[in-house]
């Protein structure tokens, strides 16, 4: 009996060591790209996205909100972060006019706008040789323009992103995200 409960031990030790070190090679590499969300960055907005699908025919197939969704720190492709992109977008109504309400007694400055994009374009993003028929379950807004002044060309910086249910596309839907961004006011 003791022979046994040595041998049961030594096995579930060296298993816990052969997972442990499994683990550590697993992470072993850097990763590549790192995430650039910051929760203290996200305090004074609120990010809404509602998503329509329609056919080809223009029959709505589907419509989902998401109350999920938040401010990507903009980073040029090295790294080096844009101050400012997010506040120049609102103040220069680069994406839409923005308007100012209120709610329960909190003022916020609003931009809405709507990003439309046709399944072709999403599903050949995703995998550019599979099938014509896909599933799409978070979006993300990118704002484009020329930052020579800081040593770049033209870029796309992902902006806003948000999680959405997941959602069944096919070729010839049309997918649109109205986005709708709140920042308090001082």
Known sequence: ???FVGAMLSVIVLTLIASSVQAVIADDKPR????????????GYEVYVQTT?????G???????STNGWI???????GVQISGLVDYVFD???LSKKEVIVIDSVKYEKI????????????YSICPSCAKVG???????????????MGYGHHCIPLFKANTPQMHITEGNTVAHQWTILRVMN
């Not at 590549?32 to 305090?43: A, G, R």
């Not at 699908?53 to 025919?57: E, G, L, V």
């Not at 029959?59 to 909100?65: A, D, G, K």
């Open 112 to 123: 809405q706008f709507l990003d439309e994009k046709y399944t072709a374009e999403i599903l």
């Open 92 to 94: 220069s109504n680069f």
């Open 59 to 65: 029959q709505l197939l589907s419509v989902s909100e």
């Open 32 to 43: 590549l790209k790192t995430s650039n969300f910051d929760p203290d960055f996200n305090v």
């Open 135 to 149: 599933m799409t379950s978070g979006i993300m807004h990118k704002v484009c323009g020329n930052f020579e002044a």
């Open 72 to 78: 990507i720190i903009p980073t040029l492709p090295d």
């Open 1 to 3: 009996m003791k022979k």
């Open 53 to 57: 699908i329609r056919d080809a025919q």
